[in-house]
């Protein structure tokens, strides 16, 4: 059981910022009543402008909790867009090896980065929530098929299976205070969907957000990410993907059919599709070009026997499921569920 959260910001610095102080006070509100103790490392709070100028700072953070023998969980603030400049810091002497501890740890989006980071050296990791995103969402209460896994993960320090929401959420457009206690706006949703591919499949799930995985390859936002990503050998190796299933998600920036090709195709010249033993896609957010994302996936992958399952609701899109990267799945898009083996 989870009894101490340490809350770190290792990408974008929003926590610190008194615009959103009343979230923060919401999502406090919200653990505290739980029974936990939380903390925040030393940098979390300081700013947008200092955690963009401090990744060392960022990296002692993490390295910091990790460290911390009462700290259980390691909860992320938010994504962002550049942790890959803690890399340096965290292998160059092998400071984060060094510390590695048997601790939750869980974030998305540009957390991408630390999920492949955690993997480089043998750890497991929870993909799909954050502190802003899920804990202090501004409706009356966490969305409830969200607070369901976060509830699990926090007193099984597991997740042994998710299902599909029963809804899809439309994206808040605005974040001020007026907005604490309105609802957001509900959709039915369609389960699971089987693209291609026999229905049940397993193996170890990695990956993460599309979007980040793209700067991986393409340095168009950070002309240095590719390089220390091909530095550090932060991509798992085609033999390293080979049985695992590769999970995708698209962020909030909608990326259009042209970029997502794009980001298909760098998978596709790495290896990837050509060795794992299914992919899994996840709800895009408001469900943007959700049918181009479908054509795109079949004709790129290229491989009408390699299983795919689009309509996950993890990452970007509304609520969200806890995924653990790092343990055996099995898939069964005929019963609508995905099981964890976590022995």
Not at 2 to 17: F, H, N, P, Q
Not at 186 to 195: A, D, I, R
Not at 311 to 338: E, S, T
């Amino acid at each position: 059981m989870i009894k101490t959260i340490s809350i770190v910001s290792l990408s974008y610095g929003i926590a610190g910022e008194a615009s959103v102080e009343f979230e923060l006070d919401i999502g406090l509100k919200r653990l505290n009543d739980l029974g936990l103790n939380v903390k925040f490392t030393p940098s979390a709070l300081k700013g947008v402008d200092y955690i963009k100028a401090h990744p060392e700072k960022r990296a002692e953070d993490l390295l910091s909790a990790f460290k911390d023998p009462q700290t259980d969980m390691i909860l992320c603030t938010i994504g962002g867009d550049d942790t890959y400049r803690l890399l340096p810091y965290l292998f160059d002497n092998g400071e984060l090896e060094a510390v590695a501890a048997d601790k939750v740890f869980l974030g998305f989006s540009d957390t991408t980065i630390n999920h492949f980071m955690l993997h480089k050296i043998g750890m497991r990791s929870f993909y799909g929530q954050s502190f802003l995103s899920d804990v202090c969402e501004l409706s009356s209460e966490m969305l409830p098929y969200t607070k369901k896994y976060f509830d699990e993960l926090l007193n099984t320090g597991t997740i042994s299976e998710i299902t599909p929401s029963d809804v899809w959420y439309e994206e808040r457009k605005e974040f001020s205070s007026d907005q604490v206690g309105k609802p957001l706006t509900s959709h039915k949703n369609s389960g699971f969907e089987l693209l291609q591919g026999t229905p049940v499949f397993s193996g170890k799930i990695l990956g993460g957000c599309i979007c980040t995985i793209h700067d991986m390859f393409n340095g168009e936002r950070y002309a240095d990410m590719p390089q220390l990503c091909e530095k550090y050998k932060l991509f798992p190796s085609s033999d390293d993907w080979k049985g695992r299933i590769i999970l995708l998600e698209s962020s909030e920036e909608k990326p259009s059919p042209e970029k997502y090709r794009r980001s298909l195709e760098y998978l596709k010249q790495a290896g990837v599709f050509d060795v794992v033993s299914g992919v899994l896609v996840g709800k895009p957010m408001d469900e943007m070009y959700a049918d181009e994302y479908k054509k795109l996936l079949v004709e790129v992958i290229d491989d009408p026997e390699l299983p795919i399952v689009r309509n996950i609701n993890i990452g970007h899109a509304m609520p969200r499921c806890i995924i653990p990267f790092g343990v055996d799945a099995v898939v069964d898009a005929d019963k609508q569920v995905i099981r964890f083996d976590n022995k």
